[in-house]
């Protein structure tokens, strides 16, 4: 694209990066490539495309805009936000070793125990906002510090910088989920990470309509490494799905700003609702991790979590009275969905040392009018 004076800003960026009018007809929007395989002009030689499993234009222009986004040199798409943390696992060897926040998405949890351990790979889940905690479970063999930040379902804020520090001075390599925050709201790689994954189907994507997920790495050999995992495994997105998360891209930084808005007014009423026992969001300034959440974003988000007093029947009654807030998993969509963890999103910790509070209900505060979302709470926890 023009160069406007320096880099172009971030929303300026979501609209073009990856994504120039298409050359042979001049399609303003980058067009869905739907094919899987590609003429050759002699054996061998083609125009840098001969098979989709290995590259698809309409899945570069994905991942050229998402590298853009997250400041990074090289970005992938994958099939999930699972599949490309998977892919950041298989930088790793049997005997290797991994520390993950105590408080990881349920489906991380499940990868790293319940399949990676059979191949070899052994974790520990601490509490990472105490930095010294993972500096005490370090091992010879730790070779990735797998961070979320915010957690996912406490909204806990994680140092990158800090733990970078620790990690690379053992030699480890640091990955950061960034999917709650959304490059809008934050760039781990700035902060020192190596890599930065995303499950695109939430926020980047924006709409609910596609599962879709991405790593960004700086270093060539990182990428060298994910790119033959890419191929090797096949775990990659189709035309559509990569067309569906460009689309929802464009649109990210003003949906993240609204989406933030939103859950900052929602959190302020439930923390004045004598109903609720405690809430998480990190904007709000008694949140633990307000300080450095104000440091290291720039944008709090539109997760707000939140525990119902009455414990698990109390959260499930007012979970099943919302009306505009819909019950269901995922977030990151412009429509409000609720979540209760622990029958839900993180039913697969239930009786491990992660288990989550059966009382704790999740909020994807989506852009609707803020009035509208908190007249529905307030009918609702009139039920609690
Ligand atoms: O669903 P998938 O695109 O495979 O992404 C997995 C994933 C990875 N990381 C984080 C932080 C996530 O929240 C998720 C998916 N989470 C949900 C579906 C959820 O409701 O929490």
Redesign the pocket.
């Known amino acids: 694209m023009r160069a406007v004076s320096g880099r172009p800003r971030f929303e300026t960026r979501a609209i073009h990066d990856g994504q120039p009018p298409d050359p042979t007809t001049g399609a303003v929007i980058v067009p869905i490539y739907q094919t899987s395989t590609y003429a050759q002009e002699a054996p061998g030689r083609h125009r840098g495309y001969d098979y989709s499993r290995t590259a698809n234009p309409t899945r570069t222009a994905l991942e050229v805009a998402l590298a853009s986004l997250e400041e990074g040199a090289h970005g992938l798409a994958f099939?999930?936000?699972?599949?490309?943390?998977s892919a950041v696992t298989s930088l790793l060897n049997p005997g290797d070793h991994v520390i993950a926040p105590d408080d990881?998405?349920?489906?991380?949890y499940r990868l790293l125990v319940r399949v990676l351990e059979r191949y070899g790979l052994q974790s520990s889940f601490v509490d990472m906002t105490r930095p010294e905690q993972v500096e005490a479970v370090m091992r010879p063999q730790t070779r990735l510090v797998l961070i979320?930040t915010p957690?996912?379902?406490y909204l806990k804020i994680l140092d990158i910088a800090a733990l970078s520090t620790i990690a690379r001075a053992r030699g480890a390599l640091v990955a950061v989920?960034n999917?709650?925050a959304s490059p809008y709201g934050q760039q781990p790689l700035r902060w020192g990470a190596d890599l930065v994954?995303?499950?695109?189907?939430?926020y980047l994507g924006g709409h609910s309509d596609v599962?879709?997920?991405a790593v960004v790495v700086d270093r060539d050999d990182l990428h060298a490494g994910l790119r033959f995992h890419q191929n090797a495994v096949g775990a990659v997105p189709g035309p559509f799905d990569c067309w569906l998360v460009l689309r929802g891209i464009k649109t990210v930084g003003v949906r993240m700003r609204q989406h933030a808005a939103n859950a900052a007014a929602v959190a302020a009423y439930l923390a004045s609702h004598p109903r609720i026992e405690r809430v998480f969001y990190p904007g709000l300034s008694d949140h633990p991790g307000h300080a450095l959440a104000a440091r290291q974003m720039t944008c709090f988000g539109g997760m707000v979590s939140c525990v119902v007093r009455g414990g698990a029947e109390a959260a499930v009654r007012v979970a099943s009275a919302t009306r505009l807030f819909i019950l269901?998993?995922?977030?990151g969509g412009v429509e409000s969905?609720l979540?209760h963890?622990a029958s839900?999103?993180?039913a697969s910790l239930a009786g491990s040392p992660l288990q989550v509070d059966a009382g704790l209900l999740?909020l994807?505060v989506g852009i609707e009018h803020v009035d509208d979302l908190i007249a529905d709470l307030d009918q609702a926890l009139a039920r609690a």
């Open positions: 099939a999930s936000g699972m599949a490309a943390i990881v998405y349920g489906g991380t979320e957690t996912n379902p989920d999917t709650f994954v995303h499950s695109t189907t939430k599962v879709n997920g269901a998993e995922s977030l969905l979540d963890p839900m999103t993180h999740r994807s």
